[in-house]
């Protein structure tokens, strides 16, 4: 069975943590984070360890949420990349910009 130690230590490595990075969120010393790693952590500090690893968990998702792109895949012929390429630098644009612009526009209705 793991220990709440081994479970902290698997999940900051999975985190790719340091010592430094969790000591600096919980206001220990870093010497204090990498006795956990080896000796594990008291229980008296369990509640807090565990509610850290909670609540960046939750920022994390957050972010990654607001991170987050849709992305399209269209498959062309190379002489049709070239005239939209072309139609784009045309304008100034990256190709991906006109493209935006131009389904924008077509969502509206406008041709």
């Known amino acids: 069975m793991e220990t709440f130690s081994q479970k902290f230590r698997d999940w900051m490595d999975a985190h790719r943590l340091r010592a430094e990075d969790v000591a600096k969120a919980l206001h220990l010393s870093e010497q204090t984070v990498r006795n956990w ?6 229980p008296r500090k369990r509640s807090a360890v565990e509610e850290f690893m909670q609540n960046y968990q939750s920022r994390l998702d957050a972010r990654l ?3 987050r792109i849709q992305t399209i ?3 062309t012929t190379r002489e049709e990349f070239r005239q939209w390429n072309a139609a784009a630098l045309a304008e100034g644009k990256l190709i991906e910009d006109w493209i935006k612009d131009g389904l ?3 969502a509206q209705g406008d041709r």
């Not at 790693?37 to 008291?42: A, C, F, Q, T």
């Open 104 to 106: 924008n526009r077509l």
């Open 73 to 75: 895949v269209i498959e």
């Open 37 to 42: 790693r080896s000796v594990g952590i008291p």
């Open 65 to 67: 949420a607001e991170l």
